[in-house]
């Protein structure tokens, strides 16, 4: 169906839009103050990198974790661990890191703020 076709036969446009989208498998319609439309899936898949040099690097892990499952983000698998040598600048601790992949009713902004926080809960300080 024509998505023109089926929008012009509603007098409510946003009320057309919102239903044809849930038809479609999107959860919500959100307009932004500068009118702007963003779309969000009710599951988004999301691969999420991690790094640790400081302190108890298994810790500072398990704890980002449970930050994470606390915040909507549902953990599907996990990578196994890698401890790496720092890359450019040389004269810090090691690394360990790893990825996860996760399902999250999250949008991309939402996301990034809950993932910097959860860096700034842990301890992160601004730097490299």
């Not at 915040?71 to 401890?83: D, F, K, N, P, Q």
């Amino acid at each position: 169906m024509n998505i023109l076709k089926y929008l012009g036969a509603r007098s409510n446009r946003l009320y057309a839009a919102r239903n044809y989208l849930k038809v479609l498998g999107f959860s919500s319609l959100h307009t932004a103050p500068n009118s702007s439309v963003e779309l969000h899936t009710q599951d988004e898949e999301v691969v999420i990198a991690l790094g640790s040099n400081v302190g108890d690097r298994l810790h500072n892990f398990k704890e980002a974790l449970t930050l994470m499952r606390k915040s909507g983000i549902h953990i599907t698998r996990h990578a196994s661990l890698y401890e790496t040598a720092p890359a450019y600048v040389t004269d810090q601790p090691r690394f360990l890191n790893s990825a996860v992949r996760a399902v999250t009713k999250l949008g991309p902004h939402a996301l990034l703020s809950v993932l910097k926080g959860i860096e700034k809960d842990l301890g992160r300080t601004d730097g490299i």
